[in-house]
């Protein structure tokens, strides 16, 4: 079960699955375009909405008579400094990108301990590991949907069910454009914005359409290869995956220098 499956690596994800022999039950929250096919059954959902994601399993389980692989990829990003955010903004990136993957847990776990066996893969990114300017609660939600699934992790262990955190870097899809959402922009940040992004106008000009992908970065096709492989692969026990030969080092970067920063506590280990 994949949800956000109707572009980009939810889309791919689906795909290659399918192209693996799998069954797969796909979510969108639209009109979707995925092609039609015996094993593929595509389900409406709205991950913010508990009930509905309770209802979708339900569905996905009579039609294939058990989920053995939940994803959990629908999410978008959003831009806005913490004082631009409104509580709108907030609440609608924390119930998509925080809460929707945990309600969409939740509702596999039941069927995956009565049967001593699962996986729940929960697509994150690299910026759960460090921050950066403007994508604060982009972050946040992250940063806590990575805290629930490692604690998880643990929790489920001995059911037979297994958690995986992917972390990809840089991909080549629409996120920077018809995934990401914007918060009303403050003239205060004008210059942050200008030194991050080119220019202090959001949606920024040059922004991708929403069927455009930006050029660099790993292709989703070969990121979803490589998590249905580690899905594939019993030996794989890691918990954190990452994704994309810019991965590594970003995560490199950001657990050094928060570690530099403990180091100036002299109580800290060396």
Same mark, same amino acid.
Request: aromatic share 6%; proline share 6%; no cysteine.
């Given at each position: 079960? $994949?949800?956000?499956?109707? =572009? ?14 799998? =069954? ?12 039609? !096919? ?20 339900? =569905?996905?389980?009579? =039609?294939f008579g058990a989920i053995d692989v939940l994803v959990n ?10 004082? #631009? ?25 039941p069927g995956m301990r009565a049967q001593e066996s699962g !996986? $729940? ?13 403007? *994508?604060? *609660?982009?972050?946040?939600?992250? @940063? ?25 870097? #840089? ?14 922009? *403050?003239?205060?940040?004008?210059? *942050? ?10 949606? @920024? ?9 930006q050029a660099s970065g790993t292709s989703p096709a070969d ?6 492989? !580690? ?11 990452? $994704? ?27």
């Amino acid at each position: 079960m $994949i949800t956000g499956a109707n =572009r980009g690596l939810g889309r791919a994800l689906a795909l290659g699955a399918l192209q693996a022999g799998h =069954r797969v039950a796909a979510t969108v929250r639209g009109a979707d375009s995925l092609p039609s !096919h015996g094993r593929l059954l595509v389900l409406p959902l709205d991950v913010r909405d508990r009930a509905a994601a309770f209802a979708a399993v339900d =569905r996905a389980t009579a =039609r294939f008579g058990a989920i053995d692989v939940l994803v959990n990829n629908a999410g978008y990003g959003l831009i806005g400094t913490a004082e #631009e955010v409104s509580e709108e903004d907030a609440r609608g990136i924390l119930n998509t990108d925080l809460l929707g993957p945990l309600w969409l847990s939740q509702a596999v776990l039941p069927g995956m301990r009565a049967q001593e066996s699962g !996986h $729940i893969v929960q697509i994150s990114t690299v910026g759960a590991v460090g921050t950066m300017p403007t *994508l604060g *609660l982009y972050n946040a939600a992250k @940063w806590g949907l990575e805290g629930f699934s490692e604690a998880m992790a643990a929790e489920v262990a001995s059911f037979g069910v297994r958690v995986t955190i992917v972390e990809p870097g #840089e991909l080549r899809t629409d996120w920077a454009g018809g995934s990401m959402r914007f918060s009303e922009p *403050l003239t205060a940040y004008d210059e *942050l914005r200008t030194s991050l992004f080119g220019t202090p106008d959001v949606p @920024w000009p040059s922004a991708p359409g929403a069927d455009e992908q930006q050029a660099s970065g790993t292709s989703p096709a070969d990121a979803a290869a490589e998590i249905i492989a !580690h899905v594939a692969d019993p030996d794989d026990t890691r918990v954190r995956l990452l $994704i994309g030969d810019d991965a590594p080092p970003q995560v490199h970067a950001a657990l050094s220098a928060r570690l530099d920063e403990y180091r100036r506590d002299p109580r800290f280990p060396r």
